[in-house]
Nanobody
């Protein structure tokens, strides 16, 4: 299963962007979805996830929101008040399992399906 992510772009500090990710309906309704990002020279890091619970990285809490539209089989990442340090390639991820262990939400290795990544660049 290949997820399809889109919505990245070049914006200025303080702007907003909404990323979209098309995913299988079964995965959205019964599994776990998440967003990760990777900046140049850095490891991939957790951003947000949704499933039995909703979780955010501390660095994005209050600014980013993960949501799901089951009718469109799409998971979104609404990003507000963007900062230059949010610049990265953003990846959507999903797994058919509904994670019951909290730490799994934050671990990239737990997600079986991945999108191709979409670039977000925030200029200062």
């Amino acid at each position: 299963v290949q997820l399809q992510a889109s919505g990245g772009g070049l914006v200025q500090t303080g702007d907003s962007l909404r990323l979209s990710c098309a995913a299988p309906s079964n995965t959205l309704s019964r599994g776990t979805t998440g967003w990760f990002r990777q900046a140049p020279g850095k490891e991939r890091e957790f951003v947000a996830a949704s499933g039995r619970g909703t979780y955010y990285a501390e660095s994005v809490k209050g600014r980013f929101t993960i949501s799901t539209d089951s009718a469109k089989n799409t998971v979104y990442l609404q990003m507000n008040s963007l900062k230059p340090e949010d610049t990265a390639v953003y990846y959507c991820a999903a797994d058919d399992r509904s994670f019951s262990i909290r730490s799994y939400f934050f671990q990239a290795k737990q997600y079986h399906y991945w999108g191709q990544g979409t670039q977000v660049t925030v200029s200062s």
